[in-house]
């Protein structure tokens, strides 16, 4: 027997506004090495994800191969929190660089 899934429920987490907002800072080689601010949200919701997302990161600066491993658990924490995350590695956007002459 097979479970059919509500269509208005399978677009409910789409469509439903970000609970807050997540910055996580790379502060630079010594640690700790990275900051999360919120710009908005409930303040326990942003705590709790805050000392979670610093649980994982650390002591892992951004070239460290277990950083990837963790970055994707934090995206996957925002994501379940409905949470808008954006990183500041401190580096040049790919998008932004423009040849120069």
Do not use: K
Not at 34 to 62: N, T
Not at 90 to 96: I, R, T, W
């Amino acid at each position: 027997m097979s479970q059919q899934v509500n269509p208005s429920f399978q677009g409910a987490s789409e469509q439903a506004p970000p609970r807050g907002h997540i910055r996580v800072v790379y502060l630079g080689p010594v640690a700790p090495h990275w900051r999360v601010d919120s710009d908005f949200g409930d303040r326990a919701v942003i705590d709790e994800f805050r000392q979670r997302a610093q649980a994982r990161l650390l002591l892992l600066p951004p070239h460290d191969p277990q950083f990837r491993r963790n970055r994707e658990r934090v995206a996957r924490d925002a994501e379940r929190e409905n949470l808008v995350l954006e990183w500041d590695l401190g580096l040049p956007d790919e998008d932004d660089q423009t040849p120069r002459a």
